[in-house]
């Protein structure tokens, strides 16, 4: 039986992960950090929701920040990270395909606590974004393409259409 998306996000910080609170639920070990900053995001104002099964936090009608658990850290990941500054350097890339550092990653509850103030500039700094409308710049550049994919694309119509239908970031 595949594991329930939560829905609730009481569920999340209660019963935790889709996993629903068995051993592999990594939001156990990082309880009292994920409180911490759900406490934070709320102050600040953003609107709790749950999107793809993790608190996402909202404002103006966009999404900001969500959160996600793992098991040796737990992240607090922007969405439109591009436009964010960072003076204090605390943003990381989550993978090397990845074009923006949109993430502050913790490996200790109490890092939360310790940045609260650097956390709270940057979501001030995305919000403020949202309420002016601002969007970063869509990446327009070409995709290169391997020969052996484009001579797949070629041959089969219905594999183009599925390809060319993907959005950028696919």
Not at 26 to 45: F, K, P, Y
Not at 125 to 151: C, F, H, N, W
Not at 152 to 164: G, K, Q, V
Request: glycine fraction near 8%.
């Amino acid at each position: 039986m595949p594991p329930m998306m939560i829905t609730d996000i009481e569920d999340y910080f209660t019963k935790g992960c889709e996993r629903f609170a068995g051993p592999d639920c990594s939001t156990r070990q990082w309880s009292q950090g994920l409180d911490g900053l759900r406490r934070i995001c709320t102050e600040a104002g953003l609107v709790e929701m749950v999107k793809w099964g993790h608190p996402c936090y909202m404002h103006q009608g966009r999404n900001i920040v969500i959160f996600g658990a793992f098991r040796g850290d737990f992240r607090l990941t922007f969405f439109n990270a591009a436009l964010l500054k960072d003076p204090e350097s605390v943003l990381e890339k989550q993978g090397p395909n990845t074009q923006h550092a949109d993430m502050i990653r913790f490996i200790d509850n109490a890092d939360v606590a310790r940045m609260k103030d650097v956390i709270l500039s940057y979501l001030t700094e995305a919000m403020d974004y949202a309420e002016a409308g601002i969007k970063p710049p869509r990446d327009t550049s070409e995709l290169e393409l391997q020969d052996e994919l484009v001579d797949a694309l070629d041959s089969d119509p219905e594999l183009a259409e599925a390809f060319w239908g993907l959005t950028p970031g696919r």
